[in-house]
């Protein structure tokens, strides 16, 4: 028997050992992209990955400083589970002053990253069998956590025509005697679309009717917002008490290494996810958590440069993409991403390749002029493919050129 297949044989036979809930669950589809251009750079391929949510900005250094500072005070021994007191203070504060939201430090939980967040949440209120409503398009992550909890996914479609929300009879005509949960995120990945205040009411007055239905709201990224202030769900105190806020310092301050994000809950969410979290992963670095103290008392100067970078990088992306036939976007109001819909492109060929779906058209992309995507379908949406402009405007005028030219092969 050769190598190749004896390899195979230990893989079918090691997945017969494996877990359900493993066998189960899919790999990130971002970082399978992203897995697949660091291949293709390494044997030689000039590849441009517009596949990972990444800023491509270097953290400030005044936060790098306070990670210094922290390692020479000795700031290296365990911390409580929930994360520092004075760092969940200043959590508070944030709220307080960025989104006039009151907590208190018991109802912080600071994790390794927004994802441990959700994923604690989740797993604190969602027993097996019960539904989770989940907008589409969603953040990859949001489905495969569900499944971890043994809990079932109910999608509801939301269309480039309506910006890609959903309305508060969409979400209503969804919720059944099973559902727990309904999660989102504001400004979203992979659209880059934003609730406003009076959208969020809406949906709050219609949930007030459902005391068994809870809120998970992702606001990551809060900061990388195009259309003035962020609004949250938890503004509105008739299902405050039911909503879970996360977000972190990941995106807005160019933190994506230092995993750290946050949830602010109802007390007894907190202290659920305080258990969960201490059997699992305990606190997450003390190095870190005196960063994020540090970004979170920055002035907002600290990062505003850098929301106008990504604002005037959206609007190149939107006026190149004019150019490229049969596309369709939306105008995103935050995050660094375009959504746009291909859906023109399926069924057609070159000749060598044809394009079945948003995957085949993302392998077609990267592999005729070398650049990654990632497609819809790993955000719930067919149609589309997202595109990440969090990189220099060079890369994008070059990367949205080869685009064009591999669509107008395709006939």
Known sequence: MNTSSTEIKEKIVMRNFLSERINNLAESETLAMANLSRELKAKGHDVISLSLGEPDFNTPDIIKEAAKKAIDDNYTYYTPVSGYLDLRQAICDKLKRENNLIYEPSQIVVSNGAKQSIANAVMALVNPGEEVIIPAPYWVSYKEIIKLAE??????????????????????????????????????????????????MAIAEMLEKYPQVFVISDEVYEHINFVGAHESIAQFDNIKERVITINGVSKGYAMTGWRIGYMAAHKDIAKACDKLQGQITSAPSSIAQRAALQALKCNK?????????????????????????????????????????????????????TVKDGSDLCMYILNKVHVAMVPGSAFGDENCIRFSYATSENLLIEAVRRIKNALAELK
């Open 151 to 200: 809990a079932k996914p109910v999608y509801i479609a939301a269309t480039i025509e309506n910006d890609f929300k959903v309305t508060p009879q969409q979400i209503e005509k969804a919720i059944t005697s099973k559902t727990k949960l309904i999660i989102f995120s504001t400004p979203c990945n992979p659209t880059g679309s934003a609730y406003n205040k009076m959208e969020l």
């Open 301 to 353: 100067s600290e990062i505003q440069s850098m929301v106008e970078t990504f604002r005037k990088r959206r609007d190149l992306v939107l006026d190149l993409l004019k150019d490229v036939p049969h596309i369709k976007t939306n105008i995103p109001q935050g995050a660094f991403y375009v959504f746009f819909d291909v859906s023109y492109y399926y069924g057609k060929s070159d000749g060598l390749t």
